[in-house]
């Protein structure tokens, strides 16, 4: 394996979806297995190099931009193994870092099963999924990421290889971990002493739990405390049919007293998908999609699983529920064939879409939220984003996960002033989800975008315990050093 120090040939390496333009690196290291990976670490560690870890460049918040460190890309780790069936209700799967999060789905689809994480970005490789303990919106029934690793395959700074299965070794009553290394002497290290915001989707600095699992402190670390090489990952029988719904209001507070109710899964309604897009969401897709009701004051998308025993049985029991919550039913959306929910996600998917087009006709870019509150006070959180942005004459768009409590705001600046009062804003906006008991990260991560607010929500003494895992893990500051924690904290400890 080679170092490739041809400038033309790693410029590929220095974007993602951040805008980030100021990266820069003396090479990239393209290895093609483990072992390959170890050889890696292990040539940086003897000359004081630094690595960042590179996935496909799919990320938001500038994690694989190196700021002159070497690149270690993970794209030729892309094995994917056969599904080994465990039982009749599981499966599981082992796969390389680099293998795309599509073809994973694709293949375990086609045999009969479902990998439930589901960003809505599916050229991303399934190790940077893990490292960034991704979610989506079937996040609403599953959980995260983190849920659905079985083993995973790390490589620590040191070069050392750890095999982590699931249920194998986990904190003891005092908070410790103890990890046994072959050929070395264990490290012992306690688990961060910080309590996790009470959210249902949670993406911001390093795992912790009493009796937590040493699997989850990797998963979520962003490549700082190790590279994932391959990962077994968990799945469950595939749903025999999902039916899907797009519903439509005139009034943002019967759309938000039918979010209440899906919710709380009343009668067999049991959701997977709760997603809502407000007026000027829909304003945006109404450019595709002129059927919009024009006097919609926003919409919910809903999946349900079903099979054809149920299905007519719960559709009765949605229409009863909008009916109930003054839905506009006879101009909303049913999809229950493959080719209509194919058309419905086609809908979801064009709003980033629309927005991209708008910003391409603009000299800045957007200013775009991450937070989560818990359900409690997402309306308060809903009613905040609004108000701010209506006070500032901004153009905007609200949409996404309300099930979770976890809505994006874009606010679009029409010009430069625009764009200084929009960051601005931004940290207000960060206090209040804060405020309400949410968290600075749903689903996107910290990298090296976000880093600096990172103290606002866990206060110099958290950040001082992440600094304190990671230097356990990583002495030399070796592995993607500017994700999650700002280098500042590393200078004052």
């Excluded at 095999?163 to 003891?172: N, P």
């Excluded at 049985?313 to 194919?342: I, K, N, P, Y």
Aim: hydrophobic share 35%; glycine share 10%; charged share 25%.
């Amino acid at each position: 394996m080679k170092l490739n120090e041809n400038p033309e040939q790693t410029r590929r390496f220095l974007e993602d979806t951040s805008n980030i333009r100021t990266g820069h690196t003396p090479g990239v290291y393209l290895p093609e297995n483990t072992a390959e990976v170890r050889a890696v670490v292990r040539e940086a560690a003897e000359r004081n190099r630094r690595l960042t870890i590179s996935g496909n460049g799919t990320g938001t918040t500038g994690g694989r931009i190196p700021f002159g460190d070497y690149v270690i890309a993970m794209e030729k780790l892309d094995h994917i193994g056969d599904v080994r069936p465990e039982g009749k209700d599981c499966a599981s799967i082992t796969v390389g870092a680099g293998a795309l999060l599509d073809d994973i789905q694709n293949k375990v689809q086609d045999a009969g099963w479902l990998y439930p994480p589901d960003p809505t970005e599916k050229l991303c490789f399934i190790g940077s999924t893990i490292a960034n303990n991704s979610s989506g919106a079937r996040t609403f029934k599953y959980g995260p990421t983190r849920h659905y690793i079985n083993r995973l395959e790390v490589v620590l700074a040191t070069g050392e290889l750890l095999d982590i299965r699931r249920g194998e070794c986990r904190a003891d009553s005092q908070g410790n971990i103890t990890i046994d290394r072959p050929g070395h002497e264990p490290l012992s290290i306690a688990i961060p002493r910080y309590t996790m915001p009470s959210t249902s989707k949670h993406n911001a600095g390093y795992y912790s739990a009493p009796g937590m699992d040493l699997i989850d402190l990797f998963i979520g670390s962003e490549g700082t405390l190790g590279i994932i090489t391959e990962a077994e990952l968990r799945l469950i029988p595939l749903p025999e049919q999902i039916v899907s719904f797009l519903v439509y209001f005139d009034d943002i507070g019967n759309l938000f007293r039918f979010l209440d109710r899906a919710r709380k899964r009343p009668g067999n309604l049991d959701p997977r998908a709760l997603e809502m897009f407000e007026k000027n969401a829909l304003d945006f897709l109404s450019n595709v999609y002129p059927d919009i009701p024009r006097d919609a004051a926003g919409a919910v998308f809903l999946e349900q699983e079903a099979t054809a025993a149920t299905e007519d049985g719960l559709l009765d029991e949605w229409f009863g529920l909008m009916e109930a919550c003054h839905a506009m039913t006879e101009d909303s959306w049913v999809a229950l064939d493959a080719g209509e929910q194919r058309k419905m996600k086609e809908f979801r998917h064009e709003l980033p879409v629309q927005v991209n087009e708008w910003l391409s006709r603009q000299q800045e870019s957007k200013i775009s939220t991450d937070m989560a509150v818990p359900e409690e006070g997402f309306t308060e959180l809903f009613r905040f984003y609004r108000d701010r942005c209506e006070h500032h004459g901004f153009h905007y768009i609200i949409f996404g996960h309300a099930g979770n409590g976890h809505v994006h705001l874009n606010i679009l600046p029409e010009n430069h002033q625009q764009f200084l009062e929009a960051k601005e804003l931004y940290i207000t906006l960060v206090r209040k989800a804060l405020e309400l008991g949410g968290t600075l990260s749903a689903e996107h991560g910290i990298g090296k975008l976000k880093a600096g607010y990172m103290p606002e929500m866990f206060g110099r003494e958290g950040m001082m315990e992440m600094v304190r895992v990671k230097k356990a893990l990583d002495p030399g500051l070796m592995l993607n050093t500017g994700n999650l924690i700002a280098p500042e904290f590393f200078e004052s400890d």
